[in-house]
């Protein structure tokens, strides 16, 4: 069961799940563009029976703090801030989505505190055709002004992201979602490719691979985890 905790970051509440052995090695989950931390339950409890598991939910999101300002690399130093609350020197960090973007632009910033690195379905950071979403209709459970900034950094990266990820040294999983996934996936293997020590794997699961496949995502993410030296086996169709 999950220990539903709060904790300040730089003046913003982050609300964060934890799971899994006190004593065992932290692993951190970032969810993506309007999820929260619960977006993991299904695979979580997996992970938590050998590490010490925090789903946290970003900025702008569920039950943390929506302060009105964003930005990825916001996002980026409320983590680096959290793990420094919770006296996390070194973990593992698995990020979906635009949690994928957070965790490598942390990752690039302070290699020295990730030890391993998952990017389960993460767009690589190039310019795209911009487009402008569309609210939907009711009561959300983010801030829609999250989204209209995050999207705009998305669409038009900063150059030097792209650069930076000869910056990791993370040993690096790269979780590809194959066709049916709305992210291309030559930029996925790109990603796989600059990062110096990145391997990919594809689970043609689409987009939200560890929904739509947990126990396949479960079991890539796992051996990778438990790995040494030995490339993590592909897992394709």
């Known amino acids: 069961m999950a220990d539903h905790q709060v904790i300040d970051v730089g ?43 925090y789903a946290l939910d970003l900025r702008g999101h569920g039950r943390s703090d929506w302060p009105g300002e964003y930005s990825l690399q916001l996002m980026r130093d409320d983590v680096l801030g959290f793990l420094d609350a919770l006296a996390l020197d070194r973990v593992d960090l698995v990020g979906h989505s635009m949690g994928g973007l957070v965790a490598y632009l942390l990752a690039e910033d302070s290699p020295q505190r990730v030890n391993r690195l998952v990017l389960e379905d993460v767009p690589s950071p190039r310019p795209r055709e911009q487009t402008t979403p569309t609210r939907p209709d009711g009561k959300l459970t ?96």
Request: charged letters at 25%; one cysteine or more.
């Open 142 to 237: 983010f801030d829609w002004d999250m989204v209209v900034a995050v999207r705009r950094q998305v669409d038009t990266p900063d150059a030097e992201w792209l650069e930076g990820l000869s910056r990791i040294t993370a040993k690096t999983l790269v979780v590809a979602g194959g066709p049916s996934s709305h992210v291309p996936q030559e930029g996925i293997a790109e990603l796989a490719r600059r990062v110096p020590d990145g391997r990919v794997v594809t689970i043609p699961a689409g987009h939200l691979i560890h929904k739509s496949e947990p126990t396949e995502f479960t079991k890539a993410v796992l051996a990778f985890l438990r790995s040494e030296e030995e490339p993590c086996p592909a897992l394709e169709a």
């Open 11 to 53: 003046g913003v509440r982050l609300a964060y799940q934890v799971s899994g052995p006190p004593d065992a090695p932290p692993l951190v989950l970032l969810h993506a563009m309007g999820e929260d931390g619960t977006d993991w339950d299904i695979v979580a409890p997996v992970f938590a029976r050998s590490w010490r598991v």
